[in-house]
C-alpha cells in the first residue's frame, strides 16, 4: 500500500497523533546528532518519569502500543537515514511513559558480502514492531538496558 493510500485510511485523531509522533520524531534525530544514540537512549528514560512529559503524545495512552506502532512506523519515514533507531527510539519513550520496561537493541549481521546494522525496541512482551524472524539473523552488539535482559 502507497504512503499516500495509508494516509487516507487514517482518522482525524490518527493524524493528530501521527502529527504529534512526527515532532517527536525530528526531536528525536535532532538529539541523536547532538548525544549519540545512548545519551538519547539515557534521556528517554530519564525524562519519560516527569509527569507532565508522560502525557506527550497527547491521548497516546488511549492507543494499544500495536497502533502506535503503525503511527511510529508512518512518522519515521520523515528520517530515511536512521529510521529504524529513530523509529526504535520513538516507541521506548512510548512504552516508558507507560510505564513499561523497554530498551532499544542494535544488531548486526553480515549477508551477500554486505555488513547491516538495525535497530529494534524489546519490551517486557518481546520485540515491538518487529517479526522475531526478521531480527533472528541479527546479533546484538549492544542495547540500552541490560544485556540478556530480553
Not at 66 to 83: G, K
Amino acid at each position: 500500500m502507497t504512503k499516500l493510500a495509508r494516509l487516507r485510511r487514517l482518522s482525524i485523531r490518527d493524524i493528530a497523533m501521527l502529527s504529534q509522533l512526527v515532532l517527536l520524531t525530528y526531536a528525536i534525530a535532532a538529539a541523536l546528532r547532538l548525544r549519540g544514540w545512548q545519551g538519547v537512549a539515557q534521556m528517554i528514560v530519564s525524562r519519560s518519569k516527569s509527569r507532565r512529559l508522560r502525557r506527550f503524545p497527547i491521548f497516546h495512552l488511549a492507543y494499544p502500543i500495536e497502533n502506535l506502532n503503525l503511527l511510529a512506523d508512518m512518522a519515521s519515514s520523515v528520517c530515511p537515514r536512521n529510521r529504524c533507531l529513530v523509529r526504535s527510539m520513538v516507541l521506548l519513550w512510548l512504552l516508558r511513559t507507560r510505564g513499561e520496561s523497554a530498551e532499544v537493541v542494535l544488531g548486526v549481521r553480515k549477508r551477500a558480502g554486505v555488513f547491516e546494522a538495525h535497530a529494534w525496541t524489546v519490551s517486557e512482551r518481546g520485540p515491538v514492531g518487529e517479526q522475531p524472524e526478521a531480527i533472528a539473523e541479527f546479533q546484538t552488539l549492544t542495547t540500552t538496558g541490560k544485556p540478556g535482559q530480553w
